[in-house]
């Protein structure tokens, strides 16, 4: 029974930290864009403009919901939904560190939902739904740009998905096992997959940065040219769960590329193990914020012959050398 | 009993969203009905204790083949593909076909010893990637290969009738 | 890659496969990241005080002694492109301007007002200048039409203030509009 009641407190939790998640990375985001750019970024509304986000969100939630009289009612409205659950549902099988002891009550916890046996495969599989949402949300929207960017995002889902399932082999091969609480615990002791896995783990961040519709490969929402893309018919909290999810997808590729290449919350004794896994995480999602904000974006052509002729290759290369190195 | 309740509910989406997948108009709800589908039958994989096939048929079905049937379909003239009957022609032959066919069908269930599935398996959740693997590279090695082969002569087909120049 | 030359590029390769151009434009911007930043925390700590021709709100101007430099010649509203300016003079013996003649009513739209400085070049008593004020935005039109009384008072720059820096200020709104109030003793350079 405990178990039961257990499982539910954690599932409570995790939602919703990960559903106020959003609200500090869209602050983080326009801060650093802003000093990146030599700016100050938002500033006025609370010190520093620390309230900002809760500002948007009030601004978000009366603004008026806009469905275009051409439109797919039944699909436009169902499509950010479509998004924005399996970004969340992916949160399941993700640990986010060993058995603690609760301080009060002396019962140990595991921090996870639950330890699958075929975690990685699942969150790939889960996380590879998400794009529906995209790909429906601008078919529904029954106007150019965002039918194009629906497209886009489902030909550059193929693509990439492949190199990203691929560079996780690598690590499967080597841990010898499917469970992020078995590669983790495989990693402990500074083995950390990047040591051995470098290739891969450069293989899975660029494909992860296409999974997540991250610039360098934000082509499904391409300013420049789709202007907005397939959320450029979607206004109101339709809109804002299609930002969410966008942050959520950008949480859980920071906290899986840690899980399968940084050692998760391996790190020196000083600190307890939750808090270098949150570091870690912190850090590639600062990375990955970086990123966007020095880079252009590809060209269609160009997204494409990088994930088919390059990571394509090289990550078949690198299961074949992993392969032979392990006979 | 609480999995015979998600049995069923599991059951009864996956048949009504199948019946939908031919039965909407719009080419695309049909598509989401298919999706609707694979998921009700991923859940029932994992009810039958292989979460792996479960996981699988999520990632392959769901995540790659419905993404290229939807990237085609969305080109399509939906106006015009609503429109569209499926069979052309007299309908009567297409109907005593089926009705074969579900003849057929019912006849070798009841004479499989399909039943004996319906006993709970045993109650155990992990372990069972490995077992996959193993059976997969023991014992149905042959036919693992020949279906790898015969995917890639399927793959080489698809590839020179792509190519312009032999066309 | 030129296609057309079989120069192997082992150098250009090595940094391809290194990603070494993108982790040098990756520390360019991270250098960014720390630097100053240029823009300013305007309206509510800091404001720009432009330089001296700058054309802002227009000022009247009194002379040393105190009195209206103005004499009513109306030479700014022939003068202006818009006609948004209204001079009225009179005959005045009280020795409140500079001569027999002053602005009995001196009005102006300044919702018509395109700031082109011409009606401060056509004065000849140099009575009229295009001031350094800006936040001219109001919530009423009345805010706009402004009198004589009004323009003949001080502005918050004084019109021999250089400008061309940074100063604190603190943002003041009413019930007519925003004006941002700056404090000139506290003053920075953009650069
Ligand atoms: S600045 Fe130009 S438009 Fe404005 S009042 Fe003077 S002359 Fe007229
Ligand atoms: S402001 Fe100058 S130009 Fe205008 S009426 Fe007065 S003296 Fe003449």
């Given at each position: 029974m405990?178990?039961?009641?257990?499982?539910?407190?954690?599932?409570v939790v995790v939602?919703?930290?990960?559903?106020a998640l959003?609200?500090?990375?869209?602050y983080?985001?326009?801060?650093?864009?802003g000093?990146?750019q030599?700016?100050?970024g938002?500033?006025?509304v609370?010190?520093?403009?620390?309230l900002q986000?809760?500002a948007d969100?009030v601004?978000?939630?009366?603004?008026?919901?806009?469905?275009?009289?051409?439109?797919?009612?039944?699909?436009?409205?169902?499509?950010?939904?479509?998004?924005m659950?399996?970004?969340?549902?992916v949160?399941?099988t993700?640990?986010?560190?060993?058995?603690?002891?609760?301080?009060?009550?002396?019962?140990?916890?595991?921090?996870?939902?639950?330890?699958m046996?075929?975690?990685?495969l699942?969150?790939?599989?889960?996380a590879?739904l998400?794009?529906?949402g995209?790909i429906l949300?601008?078919?529904?929207?029954n106007?150019?740009?965002?039918?194009l960017?629906g497209l886009?995002?489902?030909?550059q889902m193929?693509?990439?998905?492949?190199?990203l399932s691929f560079a996780?082999?690598?690590?499967v091969m080597?841990?010898?096992s499917?469970?992020l609480?078995?590669?983790?615990k495989a990693?402990?002791g500074?083995h950390?997959?990047?040591?051995?896995?470098?290739v891969?783990?450069v293989?899975?961040?660029?494909?992860?940065?296409a999974e997540?519709?991250?610039?360098?490969?934000?082509?499904?929402?391409?300013?420049g040219?789709?202007g907005?893309g397939?959320?450029?018919e979607y206004?109101?909290?339709?809109?804002a769960?299609?930002?969410l999810?966008e942050?959520?997808?950008?949480?859980?590729m920071s906290?899986l590329?840690?899980?399968?290449f940084?050692?998760?919350?391996?790190?020196?004794?000083?600190?307890?193990?939750?808090?270098?896994?949150?570091?870690?995480v912190?850090?590639?999602i600062?990375?990955?914020?970086?990123t966007?904000?020095?880079?252009?974006r590809y060209?269609y052509?160009?997204?494409?012959?990088?994930?088919?002729?390059?990571?394509?290759?090289?990550?078949?290369a690198?299961?074949?050398?992993t392969?032979l190195?392990?006979? | 009993?609480?999995?015979q309740?998600f049995?069923?509910?599991?059951a009864?989406?996956?048949?009504?969203?199948?019946i939908?997948v031919?039965?909407?108009?719009n080419?695309?709800?049909s598509?989401i009905?298919?999706?609707?589908?694979?998921?009700?039958?991923?859940?029932l994989?994992?009810?039958?204790?292989s979460?792996f096939?479960?996981?699988?048929?999520?990632?392959?079905?769901?995540g790659?083949?419905?993404v290229?049937f939807?990237?085609?379909?969305?080109?399509l003239?939906?106006?015009k593909?609503?429109?569209e009957r499926f069979v052309s022609?007299g309908?009567l032959?297409?109907?005593?076909?089926?009705?074969?066919?579900?003849?057929?069908?019912?006849l070798?269930i009841?004479?499989?010893?399909?039943?004996a599935?319906?006993?709970?398996a045993?109650?155990?959740l992990?372990?069972?990637v490995?077992?996959?693997g193993?059976?997969?590279f023991?014992?149905?090695?042959?036919?693992?290969e020949v279906?790898s082969?015969?995917?890639?002569?399927?793959?080489?087909?698809?590839?020179?009738?792509?190519?312009k120049?032999?066309? | 890659?030129?296609?057309n030359?079989?120069n192997f590029?082992?150098n250009?390769?090595l940094?391809k496969?290194?990603?070494v151009?993108?982790?040098?434009?990756?520390f360019?911007?991270?250098h960014?990241?720390?630097?100053?930043?240029?823009?300013?925390?305007?309206?509510?700590?800091?404001?720009w005080?432009?330089?001296k021709?700058?054309?802002g709100l227009?000022t009247l101007?009194?002379?040393?002694e105190?009195k209206e430099?103005?004499?009513?010649?109306?030479?700014?509203q022939?003068?202006?492109?818009t006609?948004?300016?209204t001079v009225?003079?009179?005959q005045d013996?009280t020795?409140?301007?500079?001569a027999?003649?002053v602005?009995?009513?001196?009005?102006?739209n300044?919702?018509?007002c395109?700031?082109?400085?011409l009606c401060e070049?056509?004065?000849?008593t140099?009575?009229?200048k295009?001031?350094?004020?800006?936040?001219?935005?109001?919530t009423?039109?009345?805010r706009h039409?402004l009198t004589?009384?009004?323009l003949l008072?001080?502005q918050a720059?004084?019109?021999?203030f250089?400008g061309?820096?940074?100063?604190?200020a603190?943002?003041?709104?009413?019930e007519?509009?925003?004006?941002v109030?700056?404090?000139?003793?506290?003053?920075k350079?953009w650069?």
């Amino acid at each position: 029974m405990i178990e039961l009641l257990l499982i539910g407190i954690k599932v409570v939790v995790v939602t919703l930290i990960v559903f106020a998640l959003p609200l500090p990375l869209t602050y983080i985001e326009r801060k650093v864009a802003g000093h990146i750019q030599v700016r100050l970024g938002p500033y006025r509304v609370g010190p520093h403009g620390i309230l900002q986000p809760f500002a948007d969100m009030v601004k978000l939630m009366f603004k008026e919901d806009i469905i275009p009289a051409k439109a797919d009612p039944w699909l436009f409205r169902i499509a950010p939904v479509i998004a924005m659950v399996p970004a969340f549902v992916v949160f399941a099988t993700i640990p986010f560190g060993e058995k603690v002891t609760l301080p009060i009550l002396n019962y140990e916890v595991n921090l996870y939902i639950s330890n699958m046996d075929t975690g990685i495969l699942y969150i790939l599989a889960i996380a590879g739904l998400s794009v529906y949402g995209i790909i429906l949300g601008g078919w529904a929207s029954n106007s150019k740009y965002p039918l194009l960017g629906g497209l886009r995002s489902s030909a550059q889902m193929i693509s990439y998905e492949l190199a990203l399932s691929f560079a996780c082999i690598g690590v499967v091969m080597i841990v010898n096992s499917l469970s992020l609480v078995d590669i983790v615990k495989a990693q402990s002791g500074w083995h950390w997959n990047i040591l051995y896995q470098p290739v891969g783990f450069v293989i899975f961040f660029i494909a992860g940065l296409a999974e997540i519709n991250r610039i360098p490969f934000d082509l499904p929402e391409d300013e420049g040219t789709l202007g907005a893309g397939y959320h450029a018919e979607y206004s109101s909290m339709r809109f804002a769960f299609f930002m969410l999810t966008e942050y959520v997808a950008m949480v859980s590729m920071s906290i899986l590329i840690v899980l399968l290449f940084l050692g998760g919350w391996d790190g020196p004794a000083f600190l307890p193990g939750i808090v270098w896994f949150l570091l870690k995480v912190a850090m590639l999602i600062y990375i990955i914020i970086w990123t966007r904000f020095t880079y252009p974006r590809y060209r269609y052509d160009q997204l494409m012959s990088i994930g088919w002729k390059i990571l394509l290759p090289l990550s078949l290369a690198n299961i074949l050398i992993t392969g032979l190195v392990i006979i | 009993m609480a999995e015979q309740i998600f049995f069923f509910v599991f059951a009864i989406l996956a048949v009504g969203s199948a019946i939908a997948v031919v039965s909407l108009r719009n080419p695309v709800h049909s598509v989401i009905s298919l999706m609707v589908c694979f998921l009700q039958m991923a859940a029932l994989f994992v009810m039958l204790r292989s979460p792996f096939i479960a996981v699988v048929q999520v990632f392959v079905y769901v995540g790659a083949v419905l993404v290229l049937f939807l990237f085609v379909i969305m080109m399509l003239d939906i106006a015009k593909a609503g429109m569209e009957r499926f069979v052309s022609g007299g309908k009567l032959w297409v109907i005593a076909l089926l009705g074969a066919l579900l003849l057929e069908m019912v006849l070798m269930i009841s004479r499989s010893r399909l039943s004996a599935i319906t006993a709970p398996a045993a109650g155990r959740l992990t372990g069972t990637v490995r077992e996959v693997g193993e059976a997969l590279f023991t014992k149905y090695i042959l036919p693992f290969e020949v279906v790898s082969l015969i995917l890639l002569v399927a793959l080489l087909g698809a590839i020179v009738l792509g190519r312009k120049e032999l066309r | 890659m030129n296609r057309n030359h079989y120069n192997f590029d082992l150098n250009g390769l090595l940094k391809k496969v290194f990603f070494v151009d993108l982790i040098q434009g990756l520390f360019i911007t991270f250098h960014y990241t720390f630097s100053k930043t240029i823009t300013m925390k305007y309206p509510d700590e800091e404001t720009w005080i432009p330089y001296k021709r700058f054309r802002g709100l227009h000022t009247l101007n009194k002379n040393k002694e105190g009195k209206e430099l103005c004499v009513g010649c109306e030479l700014c509203q022939k003068s202006c492109p818009t006609q948004c300016i209204t001079v009225v003079p009179m005959q005045d013996t009280t020795g409140k301007g500079i001569a027999d003649r002053v602005a009995y009513r001196w009005e102006i739209n300044l919702l018509r007002c395109m700031f082109c400085g011409l009606c401060e070049d056509a004065c000849p008593t140099e009575a009229l200048k295009l001031g350094r004020e800006y936040e001219l935005a109001g919530t009423s039109m009345q805010r706009h039409l402004l009198t004589k009384e009004e323009l003949l008072a001080p502005q918050a720059v004084p019109a021999e203030f250089e400008g061309g820096v940074i100063v604190k200020a603190r943002l003041g709104t009413d019930e007519t509009g925003i004006k941002v109030v700056p404090d000139m003793s506290v003053q920075k350079r953009w650069w």
